[in-house]
C-alpha cells in the first residue's frame, strides 16, 4: 500500500502561480499511474490531471494548458504546477495512485484507490 501526502496549497490571487507536491511512501513504484483530482465545495470530486507510469500525461479541458502534471521518481514526489489561476480552481487538490504489477498506462481511465488526504487552494480576485 502506498501512502499519499498533499502539500503546498494556500491562498493566491486570479493569475498566480502555486505548486502542489505529493510525496508518496511505503509501498512505492516509479511505474503507477497517478493523478490530481479536485473538489470544490457542493461538487463532485473532478479527475484534472493523470501521468503513465512510463511518461505520458493527460488533462481536463478545464486546466489544459495551464496546468503541468510531473514526477520526481527518485523522490516519489508527483508535482501540480498550476498556472494562470482563475477562481473556479479553488477547491481541495488530492493526488492519487493506481498500483499495478508492471508499468501502469492510460491513466485516464484508470479506476484510483490510494487517495491523500488532501490540500486547500483558494484563489481570490
Known amino acids: 500500500q502506498v501512502r499519499l501526502e498533499e502539500s503546498g496549497g494556500g491562498s493566491v490571487q486570479t493569475g498566480g502561480s502555486l505548486r502542489l507536491a505529493c510525496t508518496a511512501s511505503?509501498?512505492?513504484?516509479?511505474?503507477?499511474?497517478m493523478a490530481w483530482f479536485r473538489q470544490a465545495p457542493g461538487k463532485e470530486r473532478e479527475k484534472i490531471t493523470t501521468?503513465?507510469?512510463?511518461?505520458?500525461?493527460f488533462y481536463a479541458e478545464a486546466v489544459k494548458g495551464r496546468f503541468t502534471i510531473s514526477k520526481d521518481n527518485a523522490r516519489n514526489i508527483l508535482y501540480l504546477q498550476m498556472n494562470s489561476l482563475k477562481l473556479e480552481d479553488s477547491a481541495t487538490y488530492y493526488c492519487a495512485a493506481h498500483q499495478i504489477s508492471g508499468t501502469c498506462r492510460d491513466s485516464w481511465h484508470r479506476r484510483y484507490n490510494n487517495w491523500g488526504q488532501g490540500t486547500q487552494v483558494t484563489v481570490s480576485s
Open positions: 501521468i503513465d507510469g512510463d511518461g505520458p500525461s
Open positions: 511505503g509501498n512505492t513504484y516509479p511505474s503507477h499511474c
